[in-house]
């Protein structure tokens, strides 16, 4: 079983401030999804990593994946009440499905 | 909207009785993925089938599930005598082909499946 771990767990924080995830494992995937998901809805896509130390820009928000492949981080910078929700990491290994890891909620205070 | 639909969003069954999940991918998609989400939870992979084929059915319990995508007509997640551990969130993702490094799943918003 490949596990992702997710931290932290849950994250309370006042708008505008900066605030980084975490999502490691001890196995090598090929590529790493990042999704949002609000209360009732399925998750969103955010991003898709796919090479060792790749970084990628989506507006406040900056995804890493490890040089190893392993972990992966998520920056968001001057956080706003909208960027609330689950965060969720997701590794592909060549099988036929995703393995999730255990989430981040996060609360961002106006 | 051409986006993955489940229905239904809620389900209420009692200890015993079967629930019937539905998704139906997006348009143009031919792969299909079951997953179950608990409070607080990550999604755990259930299943993945494609036209009429289970191709990965490892994340399955053994006894009281199945799933089936026939030719015509959406994807079925069924639950036989269900229990109260079976209440969850089950969400359906569709591609349009198979997991690959760079292909996003797109995901539905769920059934609510509770058990009395």
């Known amino acids: 079983t490949q596990l992702l771990e997710q931290s932290p767990q849950f994250l309370s924080i006042q708008e505008g401030e900066n605030l980084t995830v975490y999502c490691n494992s001890s196995?090598?995937?090929?590529?790493l999804q990042w999704y949002r998901q609000e209360p009732g809805e399925g998750p969103v896509l955010l991003v898709t990593?796919?090479?060792?130390?790749e970084v990628k820009k989506l507006k406040r928000l900056t995804f890493q994946f490890g040089d190893a492949r392993k972990d992966s981080s998520l920056h968001i910078t001057a956080a706003q009440p909208g960027d609330t929700g689950l965060y969720l990491c997701?590794?592909?290994?060549?099988?036929?499905?995703?393995?999730f890891g255990t989430g981040t909620r996060l609360t961002v205070i106006p | 909207n051409a986006g993955v639909m489940q229905n239904p969003r809620h389900l209420v069954r009692r200890r015993g009785q079967e629930a019937r999940l539905r998704c139906s991918p997006m348009?143009?998609?031919?792969?299909v993925y079951w997953y179950r989400q608990l409070p607080e939870e990550g999604l755990k992979f259930m299943v993945y089938?494609?036209?009429?084929?289970?191709?990965?059915e490892s994340g399955m319990p053994k006894e009281r599930f199945s799933a089936e995508f026939p030719k015509e007509g959406p994807s079925i997640l069924r639950i036989q005598q269900v229990v109260r551990g079976d209440s969850a969130a089950y969400f359906c993702?569709?591609?349009?082909?198979?997991?690959?490094?760079?292909?996003?799943?797109?995901f539905g918003d769920g059934t609510r499946l509770s058990i009395l």
């Open positions: 993702a569709s591609s349009p082909i198979g997991t690959a490094p760079n292909q996003p799943q797109h």
């Open positions: 196995s090598v995937f090929s590529s």
């Open positions: 990593v796919v090479t060792g130390g």
């Open positions: 997701a590794g592909a290994s060549g099988a036929n499905n995703l393995f």
């Open positions: 348009k143009g998609h031919s792969h």
């Open positions: 089938l494609q036209k009429e084929n289970i191709i990965d």
